[in-house]
């Protein structure tokens, strides 16, 4: 198939062909309409010659400048007055601004707004760039392309008046990001589910709308997860400056609050300040259990926080022979270690004071401790009881002992009466001292009040106090109506001495007046349990007082030491805690961990510590 040629275009022969371009040169420079700025516009992109208009140059013939004269005569300024009429006459409103370069606007440059705010570069001569007509110097940084974004957005009217502050429209009020129309057309049954019975106003609500729905559930969040506290006090502070500054644009609450905020170094809500707790009701919400990741397999026999506040570690022992760490975040409390002991039953494990190990003790002679630093773990040595292991003084359990307050000896209540301390702080544990009672030793507590005073509780009901420095009883008085006495245990501060006994009876004490009275008066007799209480624990600032005890389902209190009366909105008939074991508050008293025999620790946020 043969290939035809490319047709050509026929032309006539009264056409003639011109260059490209040359017809659009003839065309822009025969239109004497236009002015010299669109003419010099037109000279850079088309590269036609520029021939300004005889009206608008310059007297001394100088052909290359683009320069205002004032000298010019009344016809041309007459015609280029009308001329300017007719541009502005079709012009936005927007476009009659110019650029505000910070200096007052001259002659020339109220004679080239228009060129400036139309978009197209102002082209000056050298002389320009460095001087104005008048003949001053001009800031470079008005014509620097790289002034700032605030020095060359500022609107100002052609008349040179800039707008008022009041003129600005305020800033609107935000909307929803999102409605749904349809939302006031539903109908929702609050008695088809048993989760929306409590959203009910009265028992015969049935059917609401969609936005009634909305708001009961907003009021049932609201109920369960109340405003914190430093929330309630910054609407207030906004409030009040609110109604101060009534019709003011100034930023309300700024002046306020900022003092306050830059004169501390802490943050924002870490305020500390000590919560007074008011006796009746206690705010305490269930979080997750703390051993959930790693559950024990066996009655929970000892939890203990660490003693920093910096570490929020807690510490488990099970009758699984296993110690567990957790990192308490309230979240998730990931598990961090596990540590497996087959030849201890370990039914007693707590921090030294300074938290840089652990002690593991049980039903055996000797113990075993745990380096947190370097993770090794170690036995107690052999010449713990002296020499002679056949010895009758030989102990064979360690489960009842007690640091003193600064770490340096541990107490180990042994047989007939007996108490050993153990020199710990030279590191050779070996017992260096015995204290001696009548009766068989049941708990022992250090008093932070005096250095080296030591308590002892023996089986008949008996309190010793021991002077550890000289090695002797200083006093001995008999707990108030107790007969089969079984616990003891006192706060951090050495405020109060709590006695709790077998028939379910707690006396609490005033520890001071305990230490000068012949035969101390118990505060108060607590019997809300009618079982042997086996766990007594105080909080950091001697405001709480939790008991417990093992024999019956749920037998646990928590009592407000101030006025000492005990909760009566928790625990509940509901509260899942079972047979208590053992339990303990955090450094700052925001967790309560509860142990049980099923193996869970459960975990208790107190929300009026949450800002400690």
């Not at 079972?578 to 869970?600: C, K, P, Q, W």
């Amino acid at each position: 198939m043969t290939k035809h040629g490319r047709k050509r275009q026929k032309i006539s022969k009264d056409e003639t062909v011109h260059p490209l371009g040359s017809n659009v040169t003839s065309l822009l420079a025969d239109d004497a309409r236009k002015d010299d700025e669109e003419r010099r516009l037109e000279s850079m992109l088309f590269g036609v010659p520029y021939a300004p208009s005889s009206s608008h140059t310059k007297r001394n013939g100088d052909q290359t400048g683009f320069v205002i004269s004032d000298e010019e005569d009344e016809d041309a300024d007459a015609a280029a007055a009308g001329t300017s009429i007719r541009e502005l006459e079709h012009m936005l409103d927007s476009d009659l601004f110019f650029i505000d370069d910070g200096a007052a606007p001259s002659s020339t440059d109220a004679a080239t707004a228009y060129s400036e705010t139309s978009h197209f570069p102002s082209y000056r001569s050298d002389s320009e760039d460095e001087h104005d007509d008048s003949g001053e110097e001009v800031d470079a940084a008005d014509h620097s392309p790289h002034a700032s974004e605030s020095e060359i957005r500022t609107p100002v009217l052609i008349t040179g008046q800039t707008p008022s502050p009041g003129d600005a429209p305020r800033r609107p009020r935000k909307a929803p990001a999102w409605t749904d129309p349809d939302d006031a057309n539903l109908q929702i049954s609050l008695t088809a589910h048993n989760r929306l019975r409590k959203l009910r106003d009265a028992p015969s609500e049935d059917m609401v709308t969609g936005p009634e729905y909305e708001r009961k559930l907003r009021r049932q969040f609201e109920r369960i997860n109340p405003t914190p506290e430093w929330a309630a006090k910054a609407r207030k502070m906004v409030q009040s400056s609110k109604r101060r500054r009534s019709g003011s644009d100034v930023d309300v609450g700024v002046e306020d609050i900022l003092p306050d905020l830059l004169a501390s170094t802490g943050g924002i809500s870490a305020e500390k300040k000590t919560s007074v707790l008011t006796p009746g009701v206690i705010s305490i919400a269930r979080l997750r259990d703390a051993n959930q990741a790693a559950t024990a397999e066996g009655e929970i026999k000892s939890v203990q926080f660490h003693p920093s506040p910096q570490i929020p570690v807690l510490l488990t022992a099970s009758a699984d022979r296993r110690l567990r760490l957790f990192h308490i975040d309230g979240l998730t409390n990931p598990h961090a270690q596990t540590l497996h002991v087959p030849s201890l039953p370990v039914t007693h494990a707590v921090f030294h004071p300074s938290g840089s190990s652990i002690l593991m003790t049980g039903p055996r002679p000797f113990y075993y401790t745990y380096d947190l630093q370097s993770g090794t773990s170690h036995r107690s040595p052999r010449g713990l009881w002296g020499t002679t292991f056949s010895s009758a003084n030989q102990d064979a359990s360690m489960e009842i002992c007690a640091f003193s307050p600064g770490g340096d000896v541990l107490a180990v209540a042994g047989r007939r009466g007996h108490v050993h301390l153990v020199d710990w702080r030279s590191g050779a544990a070996q017992v260096v001292a015995g204290l001696k009672a009548n009766a068989a030793i049941k708990s022992l507590w250090w008093s932070s009040a005096r250095d080296g005073e030591l308590l002892s509780l023996t089986e008949d009901s008996q309190v010793y106090v021991w002077d550890v420095r000289q090695r002797r009883c200083v006093k001995r008085w008999q707990d108030e109506g107790g007969f089969g006495s079984r616990i003891m245990s006192g706060d951090q501060r050495g405020n109060y001495l709590s006695i709790g006994s077998n028939t379910g009876l707690v006396n609490i004490y005033n520890a001071e007046r305990a230490r000068e009275d012949t035969k101390p008066k118990p505060l108060k007799t607590i019997g809300n349990l009618t079982t042997n209480i086996s766990c007594l624990r105080y909080n950091h600032d001697a405001q709480l007082l939790a008991m417990a005890s093992n024999v019956k389902k749920d037998q646990m209190r928590l009592i407000h030491l101030p006025s000492l009366t005990a909760y009566g909105n928790w625990p509940t008939s509901s509260t899942p805690l079972g047979h208590v074991t053992s339990m303990d508050f955090s450094t700052g008293s925001e967790y309560l961990a509860i142990g049980n025999n099923r193996g869970r620790v459960l975990l208790y946020h107190l929300r009026e510590f949450e800002q400690q």
